[in-house]
């Protein structure tokens, strides 16, 4: 039996037909928009002669009703300078090989490397078998199952910690997940001298709708996002380490916080015109999202120098940069097999040292 004209599944509502068509026979199809079946009357198989009403009932229009996030789109001339750093690191990155130099530790289970600016993590990765076996004849045999501890942006320097062993390795990311490991890093940045010497900020953190890493209100974790996922909170403390080269690099000790605390709800007011100068932090992130200590420098309009991503200058002082200046100076935990509290340390990088050395 043919499908009514008024339920057929494929076409909608088509002209009255009372029998399927010979295939040789044109048929005129009048398409109209379909309905589901609790649209029409409640027996649409019957013959009665009334009309049936075609209007969708109870189907309101809903938009969803998106947070909106608190920090700028991404800078027009950041997509191309991005590209050809990004080139340029490939490149590099595929000729890496680690040297003594680079490594900052090293025991039966995990590795700890300092890794330059601009390369990026997995040739880091990719290299330890080679250096490995290099160290040692019986290694060449029997290399270890190697993972990436925690990652850095490719721009960002500083340590990386290397396990040897699945078992090590899923104790490490419990650690992380679980908010066990203390780190902290050193940035670089411009913009006007901050009137405190210590803040933490808090804020919720995601993606856009064309997808970069945005800071959102701290009210909005939670919250459902375009791409599906939610916002999520995120919280960093800083230290002020120098301004112009003028101030004394403190040695690095647990963050003590203070009352001078910023809890994000509305976007941030920036000092266009303000003077522009040379700040050193150190940033203690107490959580762990993508770009986090970059994101927050920019909320607190002092992005760090070379981070075209997040309104950071690109050229300066009639010097052009190939990257952000950020480091991750330290990582420590308990020690996922000796239980012991470990920490690692990396070298500040020459762009630090002359920040706190007055010209």
């Not at 039996?1 to 040789?24: Q, R, V, W």
């Not at 013959?47 to 909106?68: E, K, R």
């Not at 991404?74 to 000729?95: C, D, F, G, N, V």
């Not at 160290?135 to 320097?157: M, V």
Request: aromatic residues 8%; contains cysteine.
């Amino acid at each position: 039996m043919p499908f009514p004209a008024a339920l057929n599944p494929i076409f909608g509502f088509l002209s009255p037909i009372s029998h399927y068509p010979n295939p040789k026979t044109k048929l005129s199809i009048a398409i109209f928009p379909c309905y589901s079946l609790h649209h029409l009357s409640s027996n649409p198989m019957s013959s009665s002669s009334g009309p049936i009403n075609l209007a969708p009932q109870n189907a309101p229009l809903t938009v969803q009703n998106y947070p909106t996030p608190l920090s700028p789109p991404l800078p027009p001339i950041s997509k191309q300078i991005e590209l050809a750093r990004a080139m340029t690191a490939s490149s590099i990155s595929s000729l890496f090989a680690l040297s003594r130099s680079d490594i900052l530790y090293e025991d039966q289970w995990l590795l700890a490397v300092n890794k330059p600016q601009g390369i990026y993590c997995e040739a880091v990765l990719e290299s330890v078998p080679r250096f490995l076996a290099d160290l040692s004849e019986e290694a060449k045999g029997t290399l270890p199952e190697l993972h990436l501890a925690n990652r850095l942006d490719r721009d960002t320097s500083g340590v990386t910690v290397i396990t040897k062993s699945h078992k090590v390795a899923s104790k490490l990311v419990k650690a992380f997940t679980d908010h066990k490991v203390k780190k902290t890093y050193i940035a670089l940045c411009v913009g006007s001298a901050p009137k405190w010497e210590k803040i933490t900020i808090k804020s919720g953190h995601g993606r856009s709708k064309f997808g970069a890493w945005r800071v959102y209100a701290a009210s909005d974790v939670g919250r459902t996002l375009p791409g599906g996922s939610v916002v999520r909170d995120m919280e960093t403390s800083f230290e002020l380490l120098s301004v112009n080269g003028q101030g004394n690099f403190k040695e690095l000790r647990e963050f003590e916080k203070d009352e001078n605390v910023i809890v994000v709800e509305e976007k941030a007011v920036k000092d266009a015109d303000g003077k522009k100068d040379e700040i050193l932090i150190r940033a203690f992130p107490q959580s762990g999202r993508t770009h986090q200590i970059r994101l927050h420098c920019q909320y607190l309009g002092i992005s760090i120098r070379g981070d075209v991503k997040y309104e950071g200058v690109y050229e300066w002082k009639e010097k052009i940069y190939d990257g952000h200046e950020l480091h991750a100076e330290s990582l420590s935990f308990e020690h996922p097999i000796t239980g012991l509290p470990v920490m690692f340390c990396a070298p500040l990088p020459s762009w630090a040292k002359e920040a706190v050395q007055p010209l």
